[in-house]
Structures are given as structure tokens and as C-alpha cells.
């Protein structure tokens, strides 16, 4: 079994303490021997190259696996649905969202048998009713 854990912060729209609290849950999940993928600011942040790295750890995970998705910044909810991830301070490019409707699809692909998914953004409480 293999613990894993994929950690964004984006500090942005005002946002000045995102990269630290993921950086401070890397911290604290690798002391319980957690593999850390830790992407931090909206440089490496941006949609396609986030992706990628977020596909590959997904890929990454076997069936006896605890995998952790944690994501720390802005959100924008548009309503019906359309709940987005900012990932740079131009939020109105659509380079720098992550629609939730394509992320928990990838994540659901996740072969590990336990998933935990953090969301450290505003309204994130109506992320729960779309990933179940």
C-alpha cells in the first residue's frame, strides 16, 4: 500500500497564504510517509501542464492505494454546475481554470481503494454533492 498525496496552492486574487498551507500539508502528510506532489504558484500551475501532472498521478495509484488531492486558492461558482478552480490572477482566461466537471471525473479514474479530496477554496462545500 502506498500513500499519495497531490498538493496545489495558488496564491492569487489576494490570496497571499495558499502556497504556504499546501506546502505546510506536504509537511505534515510526509511525516505519515505520504509521496508528495507538490505544485505551488500559478507558474507551474497552469491548465495544460497541471493536467498532465495530475493524469500521471492518477495513473500512478493501484487498487490498495490512499490517494489525497488537496487545493488551496480562488474558486469561482457560476452556478448549474460550472464550479472553477483559478489557477493565475487572470480569472477570466480559461487557460488558468480547472472546471471541477473535468477534475473529479480524472480523480474518480483513480484506482485507489481510498480517496481524499481537500478543498481549501470558497464554496467548496458544493464540491461534495457533485464527486458523490
Same mark, same amino acid.
Given at each position: 500500500?502506498?500513500?499519495?498525496? @497531490?498538493?496545489? *496552492? ?60 488537496? @487545493?488551496? *486558492? ?44 481537500? @478543498?481549501?477554496?470558497?464554496?467548496? *462545500? ?7
Amino acid at each position: 500500500m502506498t500513500k499519495r498525496a @497531490f498538493l496545489l *496552492g495558488c496564491n492569487i486574487a489576494g490570496l497571499v497564504h495558499c502556497e504556504k498551507d499546501a506546502s505546510l500539508v506536504a509537511d505534515a502528510l510526509s511525516r505519515h510517509d505520504y509521496r508528495i506532489t507538490l505544485v505551488e504558484g500559478p507558474a507551474k500551475a497552469s491548465f495544460p501542464v497541471l493536467f498532465g501532472e495530475l493524469r500521471q498521478f492518477v495513473e500512478s495509484c493501484h487498487q490498495q492505494d490512499t490517494m489525497v488531492f488537496y @487545493f488551496a *486558492g480562488h474558486s469561482l461558482n457560476e452556478g448549474k454546475g460550472k464550479f472553477k478552480l483559478v489557477l493565475a490572477d487572470d480569472i477570466n482566461d480559461l487557460g488558468n481554470q480547472l472546471l471541477v466537471d473535468m477534475l473529479l471525473p480524472l480523480l474518480r479514474q483513480s484506482r485507489a481503494a481510498d480517496k481524499l479530496l481537500i @478543498f481549501d477554496c470558497c464554496e467548496a *462545500g458544493k464540491i461534495a454533492t457533485e464527486f458523490n
